[in-house]
């Protein structure tokens, strides 16, 4: 049995006093709920102050939205993976499509920064996901495909227990426009295969596989019914305490 998540990314939103305002109502609420895990990603600037207004054995977590693939140098305006350790993270989202699409990084610099930060001893939430046109063009399988063998190349049985896989179809996100949970369940079982053809049948079935794109309260439940999603990683939901926690409770009847 797959431990639901839900994570909220709050991408580039939230001043430090919004943020641990929101993250202390988030984890009282999510104190409630042992059999869902909640996570949440604010900005950089945000991220030593929300550790610091949780409680210590707090049950929300605490992700990062990005990190770069060194430990230390001349990399200006970068942030290490340890640094992230270092400010009380536990998570840290990997690959995003806006990461993708606005600042051009490839699967080949995902994987670096997926090997660094698990090494650095964090969980890697790995996103995944086609755009409207290799949908439209029929590419979907082999994109999923490689970012999924690319994204997680080199990585050992260990490692891969730390990785959460959210496949956010780029069409989907910011739209309004949520994939079908017949179209999500799709794609999690076709990348639930591909994790089983590259590391065994055992390590995919223990793998987290979130959706991400558009979830909201009204379309959360349809999507955990579903066999192979095991949770949600939400962007504009996730902003204000009242929708995120109304999806944190449909995720676990769900
Ligand atoms: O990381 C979250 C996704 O980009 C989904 O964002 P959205 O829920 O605003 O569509």
Known sequence: MRKPIIAGNWKMHKTIAEATGLAAELAAAAAALDDVEVIVAPPFTALAGVVGALPADSALRVAAQNCYCEDKGAFTG??????????????????????RKIFGENDALINRKVHAALAAGLNVIL????????REQERMYDVLKTQVSEGLKGLAGEQLARVVIAYEPVWAIGTG??????????????????????????????????????????????????????????????????????????????
């Open 127 to 134: 996103c995944i996901g086609e755009t409207l046109e290799e």
């Open 177 to 254: 426009r949520t994939a079908t949970s017949d179209q999500a369940e799709e794609a999690h079982s076709f990348v639930r295969g591909l994790v089983g053809g590259l590391f065994g049948q055992s390590e995919a079935e223990a793998m987290r596989i979130l959706y991400g794109g558009s979830v909201k309260p009204e379309n959360i439940d349809g999507l955990m019914a579903r066999e192979n999603i095991d949770g949600a990683l939400v962007g504009g939901a996730s902003l204000q305490a009242e929708d995120f926690i109304r999806i944190m409770n449909f995720a676990r009847s769900g």
């Open 78 to 99: 970068e942030i290490a993976p340890s640094m992230l350790v270092d400010a009380g993270c536990s998570h840290v989202i990997l690959g995003h499509s806006e990461r």
